[in-house]
């Protein structure tokens, strides 16, 4: 059976996170990614190294199912390559800062004459304007998209949150750009230009905190456990702050993650009464209502918290799903990785390195019923050079030879 994207080249000059999550979703799609590295490797195959002279985890788990080159793109050779390349591209996606690419000659212009069909995707921390040459990180998105002036609770500080939605959240959102381009370009046969910020993208991800901004001009958000609003959305704890209220109660035996999230639907409450041995609060009038219950959620919480931390938090969870109450467990690092059903479904997988040995993890989250994802491992650097350059664009392999003695590649 083939792949979704079988026949795409991608050409893939991206590095660090926000890129390689973007280009090896394509990968896992089908896509012919080909990673260009300068000489010197994608600085993430050394960073955070768990064993000393091996590529990181940090970079194996961004770039499976690639290919590496390596080329330096500012000497003139490697420019006159690099071009061919382009030739032999649908897709090039970077992340360099903005303008990097336009200083070394390889403007929009100058790419889209070379190959009229490209698509050429990049990815900024910023779109136009003040912030357009700001640098961004993971966690200053985050900060500057919404998300945390919003995360945390009412009396400390904004947080960041361990999901990386500045980094691989706008990387998705480049995914999706690029394959709207591809579907346009059979109507047109023109590529086109795709551009997405990362600023941009956690804003997009934020956008019910923006409804609830504009919600605060007619008054208080009942949905919030908050006691006081001002004129911004607050930080509101672990409450789900939509329709059904949800929070997470503490289990036994009380670790730092031995804790279930719960929702209470109007339909839940009075089996959640009768669960914690409270079957009186499910006719309650000052309980038995969503409307009574808005004022007091905490104390709600609080009444299912006493039942719940008597016991180990699969048991919770059990004893809830019996009662159709929709709840989940918090689920630590290890206990994913570790997750039966999680390994039985490919979503974390194991993957043979040549050099680090084996080591795990996550699959593509999207699954098409006539396109399967097998992860193959990260490339090392330059693997690919003699595919690539002499077998594709026909170079000899004295030339390589000399190309490699004058750090072109």
Known sequence: MGKALD???????????????????????????????????DITRRQLRDRPGVDSLYFTMLNSNKRSITLNTKSPEGKRIFLDLVRRSDVLVENF????????????????????????????????????????????????????????????????????????GTGMHTVAGILAALYQRVHTGRGQRVQVAMQDAVLNLCRVKLRDQQRLAHGPLSEYPNDDFTDEVPRSGNASGGGQPGWAVRTAPGGPNDYVYVII??????????????????????????????????????????????????DVLSALNAHNIPCGPIMSTREIIEDPTLRENGVVTEVDHPERGSYHTVTSPIRLSDSSVDVSRSPLLGEHNPDIYRDELGLTSEELAELASNGVI
Not at 14 to 26: D, E, K, N, R
Not at 276 to 297: F, K, Q
């Open 265 to 314: 639907q109007p339909a839940g409450w009075a089996p959640i009464a009768r669960l914690i041995g409270r079957p009186e609060l499910a006719e309650d009038p000052e309980w038995a209502t969503p409307e009574a219950r808005l004022g007091r959620l905490d104390k709600a919480f609080a009444l299912i918290e006493e039942w719940s931390r008597e016991l180990p938090k699969w």
């Open 97 to 168: 800062a903005p303008g990097a690419l336009d200083r070394m000659g390889f403007t929009w212009e100058v790419l889209a004459e070379a190959n009229p069909r490209l698509v050429y995707a990049s990815i900024k921390g910023f779109g136009p304007g003040v912030y357009a040459d700001f640098k961004a990180y993971e966690v200053i998105a985050q900060a500057m998209g919404g998300s945390m002036s919003t995360t945390g609770f009412e009396d400390g500080p904004p947080l960041a949150t361990g999901a990386q939605i500045g980094d691989s």
């Open 7 to 41: 026949g795409v080249r991608v050409l893939d000059m991206t590095h660090v996170q926000s890129g390689p999550s973007a280009t090896q979703i394509l990968a896992w799609m089908g896509a012919d990614v080909v990673k260009l590295e300068a000489p010197s490797g």
